[in-house]
Nanobody, 127 residues
Framework: QVQLVESGGGLVQAGGSLRLSCAAS????????VGWFRQAPGKEREFVAV????????YYADSVKGRFTISKDNAKNTVYLQMNSLKPEDTAIYYC????????????????????WGQGTQVTVSS
Protein backbone atom coordinates (compact mmCIF):
# COMPACT_ATOMS: atom_id res chain seq x y z
CA GLN A 1 0.00 0.00 0.00
CA VAL A 2 1.59 3.26 -1.09
CA GLN A 3 1.23 6.42 0.93
CA LEU A 4 1.83 9.87 -0.55
CA VAL A 5 2.35 12.84 1.74
CA GLU A 6 2.49 16.37 0.36
CA SER A 7 4.14 19.29 2.11
CA GLY A 8 5.40 22.77 1.36
CA GLY A 9 2.12 24.59 0.89
CA GLY A 10 1.38 27.91 2.52
CA LEU A 11 0.55 31.55 2.02
CA VAL A 12 2.60 33.57 -0.44
CA GLN A 13 2.25 36.93 -2.17
CA ALA A 14 1.65 37.14 -5.89
CA GLY A 15 4.93 36.87 -7.74
CA GLY A 16 6.45 34.66 -5.07
CA SER A 17 7.57 31.04 -5.14
CA LEU A 18 6.86 27.82 -3.32
CA ARG A 19 8.20 24.30 -3.66
CA LEU A 20 5.84 21.46 -2.93
CA SER A 21 7.14 18.04 -2.00
CA CYS A 22 5.48 14.67 -2.18
CA ALA A 23 7.11 11.81 -0.33
CA ALA A 24 6.14 8.24 -1.09
CA SER A 25 6.33 5.27 1.21
CA UNK A 26 5.59 1.68 0.35
CA UNK A 27 6.56 2.03 -3.29
CA UNK A 28 9.31 3.58 -5.36
CA UNK A 29 8.73 6.04 -8.18
CA UNK A 30 10.88 4.16 -10.65
CA UNK A 31 8.10 2.57 -12.69
CA UNK A 32 5.38 5.12 -12.13
CA UNK A 33 4.53 8.46 -13.64
CA VAL A 34 3.99 11.16 -11.07
CA GLY A 35 1.59 14.03 -11.38
CA TRP A 36 0.33 17.11 -9.63
CA PHE A 37 -3.28 18.21 -9.70
CA ARG A 38 -5.09 21.03 -7.96
CA GLN A 39 -8.57 21.95 -6.86
CA ALA A 40 -9.63 25.52 -6.31
CA PRO A 41 -12.68 26.38 -4.17
CA GLY A 42 -15.88 25.60 -6.02
CA LYS A 43 -14.05 24.07 -8.98
CA GLU A 44 -13.24 20.61 -10.26
CA ARG A 45 -9.82 19.13 -9.65
CA GLU A 46 -7.58 19.83 -12.62
CA PHE A 47 -4.31 18.67 -14.07
CA VAL A 48 -1.17 20.72 -13.35
CA ALA A 49 1.90 18.72 -14.35
CA VAL A 50 3.09 15.17 -14.94
CA UNK A 51 6.43 13.45 -15.34
CA UNK A 52 6.78 10.12 -17.09
CA UNK A 53 8.33 7.04 -15.52
CA UNK A 54 11.02 6.23 -18.05
CA UNK A 55 12.49 9.13 -20.02
CA UNK A 56 11.61 11.97 -17.67
CA UNK A 57 9.29 13.57 -20.20
CA UNK A 58 7.08 16.23 -18.66
CA TYR A 59 3.81 17.90 -19.57
CA TYR A 60 2.21 20.97 -18.07
CA ALA A 61 -1.16 22.64 -18.10
CA ASP A 62 -1.08 25.77 -20.26
CA SER A 63 -1.92 27.88 -17.21
CA VAL A 64 1.33 26.95 -15.45
CA LYS A 65 3.70 26.36 -18.37
CA GLY A 66 6.90 28.32 -17.94
CA ARG A 67 6.24 28.96 -14.25
CA PHE A 68 6.03 25.49 -12.68
CA THR A 69 8.54 22.65 -12.85
CA ILE A 70 7.96 19.05 -11.84
CA SER A 71 10.90 16.90 -10.84
CA LYS A 72 11.61 13.79 -8.86
CA ASP A 73 14.39 12.35 -6.80
CA ASN A 74 14.27 8.57 -7.01
CA ALA A 75 16.85 8.20 -4.24
CA LYS A 76 14.62 10.15 -1.86
CA ASN A 77 11.40 8.75 -3.33
CA THR A 78 10.13 12.30 -3.52
CA VAL A 79 8.55 14.36 -6.27
CA TYR A 80 8.63 18.14 -6.30
CA LEU A 81 6.65 20.96 -7.83
CA GLN A 82 8.59 24.20 -8.04
CA MET A 83 6.13 27.04 -8.47
CA ASN A 84 7.41 30.47 -9.49
CA SER A 85 5.68 33.72 -10.40
CA LEU A 86 2.63 32.63 -8.47
CA LYS A 87 -0.71 34.24 -9.20
CA PRO A 88 -3.88 34.49 -7.09
CA GLU A 89 -5.55 32.08 -9.50
CA ASP A 90 -3.02 29.43 -8.46
CA THR A 91 -4.73 29.28 -5.07
CA ALA A 92 -5.90 25.70 -4.57
CA ILE A 93 -5.31 22.46 -2.76
CA TYR A 94 -2.50 20.67 -4.56
CA TYR A 95 -2.44 16.89 -4.78
CA CYS A 96 0.29 14.58 -5.94
CA UNK A 97 -0.59 11.32 -7.61
CA UNK A 98 1.06 8.12 -8.77
CA UNK A 99 0.06 6.42 -11.98
CA UNK A 100 -0.62 2.75 -12.47
CA UNK A 101 2.66 0.87 -12.94
CA UNK A 102 4.21 1.14 -16.42
CA UNK A 103 1.27 3.27 -17.48
CA UNK A 104 1.04 3.98 -21.21
CA UNK A 105 -1.50 6.74 -20.81
CA UNK A 106 0.06 8.88 -18.09
CA UNK A 107 0.77 11.66 -20.56
CA UNK A 108 -2.94 12.41 -20.94
CA UNK A 109 -2.98 14.03 -17.50
CA UNK A 110 -6.32 12.44 -16.69
CA UNK A 111 -7.17 11.57 -13.10
CA UNK A 112 -8.42 8.14 -14.12
CA UNK A 113 -4.86 7.20 -15.08
CA UNK A 114 -3.60 7.76 -11.54
CA UNK A 115 -3.93 5.07 -8.92
CA UNK A 116 -2.74 6.66 -5.69
CA TRP A 117 -3.32 10.12 -4.28
CA GLY A 118 -1.99 12.21 -1.45
CA GLN A 119 -4.15 14.15 0.99
CA GLY A 120 -3.30 17.53 -0.50
CA THR A 121 -1.57 20.69 0.63
CA GLN A 122 -3.09 24.16 0.57
CA VAL A 123 -1.49 26.91 -1.49
CA THR A 124 -2.85 30.42 -1.09
CA VAL A 125 -1.57 33.30 -3.20
CA SER A 126 -2.54 36.78 -2.07
CA SER A 127 -2.77 39.72 -4.45
Amino acid sequence: QVQLVESGGGLVQAGGSLRLSCAASGRTFSNYAVGWFRQAPGKEREFVAVRGWSLGITYYADSVKGRFTISKDNAKNTVYLQMNSLKPEDTAIYYCALSFPYSRSWHRGLQEDFESWGQGTQVTVSS
